[in-house]
Nanobody, 127 residues
């Protein structure tokens, strides 16, 4: 049974930092692309960051570049998102997601690219 469990969400003030984690109970974790998405109330779920299977390549949506850093530890089946300089507009439920195993020609960044999802962890940033 595939399970992705996020943690680390909290309420912080603007300018603060949080580190999100996502532990995956899934076979072939190192053969899967993983990503972070977020969804604010009344808005569509949006892609935040994605990472290659090796962890050597990351891509970010423009609004978080320079503030968020994504990493993965394949030995621990764990994904991380270090979030610095948080802004109120970063407030959302954050979800981790994983693809099926196998190579891709590019880092997947669309919701439809991902087959497995966690339940989310809430991040609230106050001004």
């Amino acid at each position: 049974q595939v399970q992705l469990v996020e943690s680390g969400g909290d309420s912080v003030q603007a300018g603060g930092s949080l580190r999100l984690s996502c532990v995956a109970s899934i076979s072939g974790y190192d053969q899967r692309y993983v990503a972070w998405f977020r969804q604010a109330p009344g808005k569509e779920r949006e892609w935040v960051a994605a990472i290659s299977r090796s962890g050597l390549t990351t891509v970010y949506t423009d609004s978080v570049k320079g503030r968020f850093t994504m990493s993965r530890d394949n030995a621990k089946n764990t994904l991380y998102l270090q979030m610095n300089s948080l802004r109120p507009e970063d407030s959302a439920m954050y979800y981790c997601a994983a693809t099926v195993a196998g190579p891709r020609s590019r880092l997947p960044t669309a919701k439809v690219d991902y087959n497995y999802w966690g339940q989310g962890t809430q991040v609230t940033v106050s001004s």
